[in-house]
């Protein structure tokens, strides 16, 4: 279940003008967001057992916290409390961290023309809260996962890595950083070093 977000009529205009946009992109995406997961919970019985989406909604208040002036922001609360109460907790939560440069990278990877040119510090700004944020989610299981030095969507052993960890995932919260490429291959020729400096003589059949 992926967030519809080039469908909120909104979002390229908060980009130009954040300050005077904030509220209207702010609640299109909490709509959006309770639509989206109400149904999936109602038809998880009838159609399918899991369901698994790229957001939770609590974290839709991050934005909300950044964005919205504190009259907006109390308004705001008052809405989500009354949905937050028809909306299941899930059973594990994945955030995929990265530093600011590197999501300031992928973005411009993304190639959506209202991201051009974004401010650095708003994502700064951002990029801290959700580190608060899911550093101190305690509601359900969280596993952390430090993407910067990965590419689990072009390279398939980073994503079969990624994978395993979400399996294996327990209880509270875990913490994973995976090897950077360049370590993963230094470490393979201090092995293979140590491996031909041995004693261990391999004899030609």
């Not at 509220?23 to 698994?52: G, H, N, P």
């Not at 959506?112 to 040119?117: A, I, L, T, V």
């Not at 989610?137 to 590419?151: F, G, K, R």
């Not at 393979?188 to 400096?197: C, I, V, W």
């Amino acid at each position: 279940m992926l967030e519809a977000a080039e469908e909120n009529p909104f979002l390229e205009q908060f980009y130009r003008r954040r300050r005077t946009y904030a509220f209207q992109t702010q609640l299109w995406f909490l709509v959006s967001r309770y639509k989206q997961l109400s149904e999936a919970i109602a038809q998880q019985d009838l159609f399918y057992q899991v369901t698994i989406s790229d957001y939770i909604f609590a974290k839709d208040r991050l934005f909300a916290s950044v964005n919205l002036d504190e009259e907006e922001l109390a308004l705001y609360e008052q809405v989500t409390s009354v949905m937050a109460r028809n909306i299941a907790p899930p059973d594990l939560v994945v955030y995929l961290q990265a530093s600011t440069r590197v999501l300031l990278r992928r973005i411009e990877h993304r190639g959506r023309s209202y991201e051009f040119n974004m401010d650095p510090r708003y994502l700064d700004m951002l990029n801290e809260a959700y580190n608060h944020f899911f550093f101190h989610y305690t509601d359900t299981p969280v596993l952390i996962i430090n993407t910067d030095d990965v590419d689990f969507v072009n390279d398939p052993a980073d994503f079969e890595e990624l994978l395993l960890q979400i399996g294996n995932a327990g209880k509270g919260t875990a913490f994973y950083r995976p090897m950077a490429a360049k370590d993963k291959a230094r470490l393979l020729e201090r092995s293979m070093q140590e491996y031909l400096s041995d004693d261990t003589r391999i004899e030609e059949p």
